[in-house]
């Protein structure tokens, strides 16, 4: 349990949160995910699961529908809808609700949303200093390991 950058980078800034459920009988399972950074000019988006009900900007709670969209004003666009391809297809049993974010510097980030866990897949250019459990792009995998993040 706990945070864990997914990605980190003098720009882009991801991090997870890691929480035990009764369902994965106290593994951790991803809970919250929270972007932020420079690239988005001190904004910050976070997006929990189904039960917590979270989806904020700066701490205010947007897309509260689904079939929603917000704009982040200049800095990109946040919509929510059932599209998307799941990440674990073991998912599909259930209904999709998908997160979808388009943010500055060709960062594209999905978050299913489903009753006690999130799911997410990003999509984005390597970054300079560039680190996390996504790793650092520099095609050495031994390098990116726990313990060197």
């Known amino acids: 349990e706990g945070e864990a950058w997914?990605?980190?980078?003098?720009?882009?800034?991801?991090?997870?949160?890691?929480?035990?459920?009764?369902?994965?009988?106290?593994?951790?399972?991803?809970?919250?995910?929270?972007?932020?950074?420079?690239?988005?000019?001190?904004?910050?988006?976070?997006?929990?699961?189904?039960?917590?009900?979270?989806?904020?900007?700066?701490?205010?709670?947007?897309?509260?529908?689904?079939?929603?969209?917000?704009?982040?004003?200049?800095f990109g666009t946040l919509r929510y809808n059932d599209q998307g391809d799941l990440p674990d297809k073991a998912a599909g049993v259930w209904d999709k609700r998908a997160v979808h974010?388009?943010?500055?510097?060709?960062v594209r980030v999905v978050v299913f949303r489903w009753k006690?866990?999130?799911?997410?897949?990003?999509?984005m250019p390597a970054q300079p200093g560039q680190d996390g459990a996504c790793g650092n792009v520099n095609s050495d995998p031994s390098d990116d390991t726990t313990e060197a993040i």
Do not use: C
């Open 6 to 74: 997914i990605v980190r980078s003098q720009q882009v800034w991801i991090q997870a949160r890691f929480q035990g459920t009764q369902w994965t009988k106290g593994l951790a399972a991803t809970s919250k995910l929270a972007i932020g950074g420079p690239f988005l000019g001190g904004h910050v988006i976070i997006v929990g699961t189904l039960d917590s009900a979270v989806v904020t900007v700066d701490h205010k709670p947007v897309l509260k529908d689904l079939y929603s969209e917000y704009s982040l004003a200049g």
């Open 101 to 106: 974010m388009d943010l500055p510097e060709g």
């Open 116 to 123: 006690n866990y999130i799911d997410f897949r990003v999509q």
